[in-house]
């Protein structure tokens, strides 16, 4: 079994939640809330994906870790660009006839850029409600023939896909100062690269936060805390191999993640651990364990 | 000769003082919608800050108002302020000043 079947969705995936929103939102996709005209933020996540659950006899572990660093630029008003960068350390462990074996690859993944559109906003005293359409393109810029002592790494296991591969999607945000929503649609079409294809990916996102505390100076904006839910629905198609669909590849599954975020006025701390509650994958796929996120939000 | 230098000296002090205390400034006071959490709001909070002539700005999100102190001297005009506002992604509701 090639790691090729499944591993590039999750690295896709895994860096999904890194991407886009900033300003006090969901962890794990992206927000429709506002950066000012000439105004920039910044920020940085430390990710943990884990996955053990193999069905198959080589007791395959994946372990993957990631540091996406997301700048942000508002253009206008409405439109918004942002730059994500993301920092990858990938292991995967299995049983092969010479033994226990582990193949490691690290470095800068695939960048993507994304631009995103507020095409519709009514705000209230108090509260906010946003519709903004976004594309995105993650551009090739990760190595894609990484070797180790086996041989050259699986497509999925490298550090860049090779190819071009476009997003588009939309985003609503309804916040006010004591709660927020937000549900969040999008499509990726991945594009072959050195005759590997990973299936294409479709997403409904839903988050809900709660205020749960307040405090910080009395002369100031306040401190916030919110402790939130927030459920990511994935699915992606059979990834090609030399043009033929792989029937260990793709499939559906379902996340549901608790999540905390401490909000300051130039900056947000915040976790999230989002558990696969239904995994329904191809063939004889490794399934996932958790992911875990530790982000920082930073207003400059 | 030592009491005019004194005198002179104790005028300068009044001068000094009461040009500082007498210095007036401007407030403005804007309703804002929108503002609905304390990094966004932030936001706003930049804009204003970064326009000659600004000495302050408070935002009250309890109380959507953001209030802006400027220097003496200094006029923000409402079409100025409701562009800044509108630059930061809220929407103006209203407006008022009064000298400080």
Known sequence: ?300 | MNNMKKSIFLAAIILFCSTTLFAAGTQYSLRVDGLSCPFCAYGIEKKLIHTEGVESVTVDLEKDLVIVNVQEGVVLTEAQLKQLVEDAGFTPRSMSEQLL
């Open chain 1, 1 to 300: 079994m090639r790691p090729s079947h499944w591993l590039g969705w999750w690295c896709s995936l895994f860096l999904f939640g890194a991407t886009f929103q900033l300003s006090a939102a969901p962890i794990t996709f992206n927000s429709a809330l506002p950066v000012s005209k000439g105004e920039g933020e910044v920020r940085v996540q430390a990710k943990y994906l884990r996955a053990t659950d193999d069905p198959g006899p080589m007791s395959r572990e994946l372990t993957v870790k990631a540091l996406p660093i997301v700048g942000v630029w508002g253009v206008t008003s409405r439109w918004t660009i942002f730059g994500i960068v993301p920092l990858l350390d990938k292991t995967m462990e299995l049983d092969m006839p010479s033994g226990r074996s582990k193949r490691s690859v690290n470095g800068l993944g695939d960048v993507t850029t994304m631009v995103r559109y507020t095409a519709y906003s009514k705000d209230q005293p108090g509260r906010t409600v946003r519709i903004a359409p976004f594309a995105s393109i993650e551009m090739p810029t990760g190595k894609d023939d990484e070797q180790d002592r086996f041989g050259r790494l699986p497509a999925s296991l490298q550090l860049g896909s090779g190819a071009w591969n476009p997003l588009i999607g939309v985003v609503a945000t309804a916040q006010s100062l004591e709660k927020e929503w937000a549900v969040s649609a999008s499509y990726k079409f991945n594009n072959e690269a050195n005759n590997f294809e990973r299936g294409d990916e479709a997403r409904l996102d839903l988050s809900y936060h709660r205020r749960v505390w307040i405090g910080g100076p009395t002369d100031g904006l306040p401190h916030f805390f919110y402790a939130g839910v927030e459920s990511n629905g994935v699915w992606q198609g059979k990834n090609r191999n030399n043009g033929q669909k792989n029937p260990n590849s793709g499939g559906t599954t379902l996340y549901l993640a608790p999540t905390l975020q401490y909000v300051t006025q130039r900056a947000i701390t915040e976790v999230a651990l989002q558990l696969p509650v239904m995994q329904n994958l191809n063939g004889s796929a490794l399934k996932q364990d958790f992911i875990f996120t530790l982000s920082l939000r930073l207003n400059y």
